[in-house]
């Protein structure tokens, strides 16, 4: 027999690596004698999009183009710590040192501009298109470039530490301040469960991220479908099979993760609530979609037929054991 | 030791083997073609896709001396010069691409499923690609490049 099963997942996570760890990222930000704007930070691009939507951070605050922005990363040799690629924290933590390095360059190049083209200290200016122009005024302009040739080598760069705020909690209490900041999502299943078998289908599924700002929701759609489809592994297929120390599941063949013929399409709602303390309020979300599905699947099961799951994968075998045992 | 030649990416190539050698070994180490990527190394995960004889194989599964006199197309022998195929073109497009590991697998694997079944219902393409894992994307923008890819080779024929 068939049984429809609904069920959701909430969850919370902590940003960065917490509990009083310093968690420090660095940025360089620079315009060069050709004018050209390089930012160099130690974030890796893995996949999660760093070298995509942390370069538009730095486009924003001086009005150039993602694409015109030089993004020096991940090389050792050339870039300064920017931490792990770990805990979600390269959107936040980076994001946060890149804007300040380009907020620090932005005002040195807002003074020079004011030097040499003798304004006052109230004059607005707006960046655009690697020029300094006063508002109001177009024919007032100067450009990175001229600037950059009339200024000292070294002027022109400069080096921004963020570090996140987190204190160790205090164990006895549990009170103190270990992550900040937190990010929030839920997840929603409908689950098929064919009571002869123990497999199950999952028929919808809908999941909710907070995001602070979406800087570039398509990225954000791939992370989410990317995180239910490793969820859905975790909840359904996924085993090490460790005995006595050794992985005995080491291949693909005993290993099983979801391929195109599992995944389901998931609907994604992306929730935009701005952290203050957050580089234009956005927040790194690569392990939080991940976490709220597997206990939603695990609740849309209970519902279904009415056990409670408390070892996953839920594989068939256990699935069906446990339906016999309720009888 | 043996010598075998083979047409790759268009071009008459020859190169000496090893007998325990797989095609695999001879494209990425050989040819210095790294594009194909080994993931498993046992048949099981699809990074490893070229076209053998126009047909989808998995270069691990392959030794080289069956690839004697025959014709393998590779990621890098999609497109043609600088103008990518549409299926690379359309990855970029939607966003399909993450850590990169399984796309150049997915690209050739859907190569072979749009040659064969140039209008796949999303099913169909579920099913093409199957063979390929992918641990980033939950394969949907996969699923997604592969439609609009179609779509543009239909406008454009
Ligand atoms: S490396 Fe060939 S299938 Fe995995
Ligand atoms: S994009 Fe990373 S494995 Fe597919």
């Known amino acids: 027999m068939k049984k429809t099963g609904k069920g959701i997942g909430i969850m919370f996570y902590g940003t960065g690596y917490g509990n009083g760890y310093p968690d420090i990222s660095r940025a360089k930000a620079k315009i060069d004698t050709d004018g050209r704007f390089t930012i160099s930070s130690g974030a890796c691009e893995v996949g999660q999009g760093a070298k995509t939507s942390l370069a538009q951070i730095p486009a924003e605050i001086l009005g150039i183009l993602t694409k015109e922005v030089i993004f020096d990363h991940e090389d050792t040799k050339t870039t300064l710590d920017a931490g792990t690629c770990a805990a979600s924290r390269q959107t936040y933590n980076t994001g946060n040192a890149m804007k300040m390095a380009s907020e620090s360059l932005k005002r040195i190049l807002e003074s020079k501009a004011r ?60 009170e103190g301040n270990p992550y900040w900041p937190y990010t929030f999502g839920a997840c929603g299943v409908e689950v098929v469960v064919d009571t002869e078998t123990g497999t199950l289908d999952i028929s919808k599924a809908i999941l909710v991220q907070d995001v602070g700002r979406a800087v570039n929701p398509k990225l954000i759609e791939g992370q989410m479908d990317g995180g239910f489809a ?7 297929l996924e ?14 063949t005993k290993y099983l993760i979801p391929t195109a013929l599992d995944a389901v399409e998931v609907k994604k709602i992306i929730v935009e609530d701005p952290e203050s303390s957050a580089p234009f309020g956005a927040k790194g979300i690569g392990e939080p979609v991940m976490i709220p599905v597997a206990p939603a699947i695990l609740n849309a099961i209970y519902d279904a037929v009415g056990v409670r799951i408390t070892e996953i994968p839920v594989t068939p075998e256990k699935l069906l054991k446990a339906i016999k045992e309720v009888g | 030791m043996k010598t075998i030649n083979l047409k790759i990416n268009g071009r008459k190539r020859q190169i000496e083997i090893e007998e325990n050698e797989r095609l695999l070994d001879i494209i990425r180490e050989g040819f210095h073609l790294t594009g194909t990527k080994e993931g498993c ?70 190569k072979a499923l749009l040659m064969k079944n140039p209008t796949p219902t999303k099913q169909e393409i579920r099913r093409g690609i199957s063979g390929n894992l992918c641990r980033c994307t939950g394969y949907e923008k996969i699923v997604e490049a592969v439609e609009l890819a179609a779509k543009r080779i239909a406008e454009t024929d």
């Open chain 1, 115 to 174: 030097e040499i083209l003798n304004l006052s200290e109230e004059e607005p200016l707006v960046f655009d298109n690697h020029e300094v122009i006063v508002e109001g005024d177009p024919s007032k302009r100067i450009s990175f470039k001229q600037i950059a040739n009339t200024a000292d080598v070294g002027d022109l760069e400069v080096v921004e530490i963020f570090q996140a705020v987190t204190t160790k909690m205090n164990e006895e209490t549990g």
């Open chain 1, 230 to 236: 490793m969820a859905q592994g975790y909840a359904l």
């Open chain 1, 239 to 252: 085993d090490l099979n460790i005995v006595k120390g050794e992985i005995k599941h080491h291949n693909f």
């Open chain 2, 41 to 110: 190394g046992e048949g099981e995960c699809g990074a490893c896709s070229v076209l053998l004889n126009g047909k989808l194989v998995n270069a691990c599964m392959i030794m080289a001396f069956q690839a004697e006199d025959s014709e393998v197309i590779t990621i890098e022998g999609l497109g043609e010069n600088e103008k990518l195929d549409p299926i690379q073109q359309a990855f970029i497009d939607t966003g399909a691409v993450q850590c990169g590991f399984c796309t150049p697998g997915m690209v050739l694997s859907a």
